[in-house]
């Protein structure tokens, strides 16, 4: 299984990004996905996540500002960002816990992309 990123890139603060993310191979069904974040000199970190049936879970900070969605049938997250601040600069990561067709369940992590707020 695979996990792809992409919308990441350069934005001005107040400015607005949508990530992306699309996940292929032996994959059945997947369960949770998410979209975490790390900054440089800093833990990993939660930011939002979303259930198959599209209950969501947003990191306080975020919150108001950021909106996670996902297409089941296209096996892909987004992440809507807007208001962004400079303080939202971090390599974002999805995350996916996906049932593979012999009925196994595994997380996977996409490589990451890259989102810089300047000030």
């Known amino acids: 299984v695979q996990l792809v990123e992409s919308g990441g890139g350069l934005v001005q603060a107040g400015g607005s990004l949508r990530l992306s993310c699309t996940a292929s191979?032996?994959?059945?069904?997947?369960?949770?996905m998410g979209w975490y974040r790390q900054a440089p000199g800093k833990q990993r970190e939660s930011v939002a996540t979303?259930?198959?049936?599209?209950?969501?879970q947003y990191t306080d900070s975020v919150k108001g500002r950021f909106t996670i969605s996902r297409d089941n049938a296209k096996n892909t997250v987004y992440l809507q960002m807007i208001s962004l601040k400079p303080e939202d600069t971090a390599v974002y990561y999805c995350?996916?816990?996906?049932?593979?067709?012999?009925?196994?369940?595994?997380?996977?992590w996409g490589k990451g992309t890259l989102v810089t707020v300047s000030s």
């Open positions: 995350n996916a816990d996906v049932r593979s067709r012999w009925y196994t369940d595994e997380i996977y």
């Open positions: 191979g032996n994959i059945r069904g997947i369960n949770d």
């Open positions: 979303i259930t198959n049936l599209g209950s969501t």
